[in-house]
């Protein structure tokens, strides 16, 4: 009997966690398919531990990973299991969707039919609630959010408010499907967010930046995180470079971001055309854009060659919706 697996999806945004686990199967695996899809959790066969383990590890937007012991109904029988090699049980409630009362009154069948845990026992059991289900898994990992915190933006040694997250940066490098010891350039570097999440997954991470004061404050961070990656200062509009397994950047647009008089959208255009003649074939380009880019940049990567396999908008405030473009280089 193949094995299945579970994944549990950020909440916050659920089509960009869906889209990264999808990523993450290919660059990982080498597959795509997803068993099934619930609110904030998938199912997924065909892969191990190590894979499932692997997946988590890299994820900016997958909160947690383990082997799917079962699934029913809320309001059935819940399942038999053995307890004797669990130390916990923990529960959650995927959102709000499923009443707390049902869920309580389920948990007390289960542990009335199951016994307790044994407290020799070194896993830990999960029940999962959503759209009516119990999911059962054994826990195989979690998230690293404490190394997350560790290295979030506002307390690098060099910050400024372009900085993007920890997660996001991590979820852009992986949507790239990129494997330890691919080239990743980012040609519009920052202060280095996208480097920095690139090297520590193992990535050869090449960074470009216009701006001498942002080439060397992202030198400082690169630096404190014991991260390796190669900082040039220069336009990458007209740079000249080798063939790159991926690209994954945050073009400038906005008030924040310097474009040195150039309009942000010539930008755009520009970065697209030289994007098609630096990456390999089958490679991606992944990047951020403003919403109201959207029709000239679809047009743009059409021209250019580009399949456009995912735009995942990011809800940025009233007058700002951000859009994570995935595109693919056949």
Do not use: Q
Not at 23 to 42: F, H, K, P, Q
């Amino acid at each position: 009997m193949r094995k299945e697996y579970y994944f549990v999806l950020s909440g916050n945004s659920e089509h960009l966690a869906l889209a990264e686990l999808k990523a993450l199967l290919e660059a990982v695996t080498g597959r795509r398919r997803i068993s099934e899809c619930y609110t904030m959790i998938c199912t997924v066969e065909g892969i191990n531990d190590k894979d499932a383990v692997e997946i988590t590890s890299r994820a900016g937007f997958i909160r947690e990973s383990g082997r799917l012991l079962g699934t029913n109904s809320l309001y059935d029988e819940p399942l038999s299991i053995d307890l004797s090699t669990y130390r916990h049980i923990r529960h959650e409630r995927l959102k709000s969707i499923n009443p707390a009362t049902e869920i309580y009154r389920h948990i007390k069948r289960f542990i009335l039919k199951n016994k307790v845990p044994n407290k020799e026992g070194d896993k830990i059991l999960r029940l999962l609630y959503g759209e009516g289900l119990v999911f059962y898994g054994e826990l195989l990992a979690v998230r690293d959010t404490r190394s997350f915190y560790r290295r979030r933006p506002s307390i690098r040694p060099f910050f400024r408010s372009i900085a993007l997250s920890v997660s996001l940066s991590r979820a852009m490098v992986n949507l790239a499907r990129t494997k330890p010891g691919d080239i990743v350039l980012d040609p519009f570097a920052g202060t280095g967010s996208i480097l920095l999440e690139a090297g520590l997954m193992g990535m050869k991470p090449v960074g470009v930046e216009i701006d001498w004061v942002l080439v060397h404050g992202a030198k400082r961070n690169l630096d404190y995180y014991k991260v390796d990656a190669i900082l040039i200062l220069g336009d990458s509009t007209v740079a000249m470079f080798n063939r790159v397994d991926a690209i994954v950047t945050d073009p400038p647009y906005g008030r924040a971001a310097s474009t040195r008089g150039v309009n942000p959208l010539s930008i755009y255009k520009s970065f697209i055309r030289r994007s098609s003649e630096v990456l390999d074939r089958k490679s991606y380009l992944v990047f951020l854009s403003p919403h109201y880019y959207t029709t000239i940049i679809d047009e743009e990567l059409c021209k250019s060659g580009f399949i456009i396999r995912d735009k995942i908008f990011i809800y940025v405030h009233g007058g700002l919706t951000r859009v994570l473009y995935v595109a693919y280089k056949p």
